[in-house]
């Protein structure tokens, strides 16, 4: 069973930089496309980035630009940084990774900008 840890979350002012981690386990997970989404209150899990096991990734058009998505296997983490953060991004961020038939997500960690 893959677990996810997510840390990193917290209150910035508008135009700050949040850098989010995810922690997985176990270490070596044949993990295959990786990424983040994010979830308001009432609203629906918005996909923000992915990591995409051929290669590559994808941004949400919201964050293209200002948002970056990387992975460090050696570690087991996959990072988002989010800079230019603007009010519009506050929302609860979930770590996600999909294996060969199941989606796996992180508890949740809350980012709150302040305008």
């Known amino acids: 069973q893959v677990q996810l840890v997510e840390s990193g979350g917290g209150l910035v002012q508008a135009g700050g930089s949040l850098r989010l981690s995810c922690v997985y386990s176990?270490?070596?997970?044949?993990?295959?496309?990786v990424g983040w989404y994010r979830q308001t209150p009432g609203t629906k899990r918005e996909e923000v980035a992915l990591?995409?096991?051929?290669?590559?990734?994808t941004y949400a058009g919201s964050v293209n630009g200002r948002f970056r998505i990387s992975r460090d296997i050696q570690k087991s983490t996959i990072t988002l940084q989010m800079n230019n953060l603007k009010p519009e991004d506050s929302a609860t961020y979930y770590c996600?990774?999909?294996?060969?038939?199941?989606?796996?997500w992180g508890q949740g960690t809350q980012v709150t900008v302040s305008s």
């Open positions: 176990p270490r070596f997970a044949n993990l295959n496309n």
């Open positions: 990591l995409l096991s051929g290669g590559g990734s």
């Open positions: 996600y990774a999909r294996t060969d038939f199941t989606s796996h």
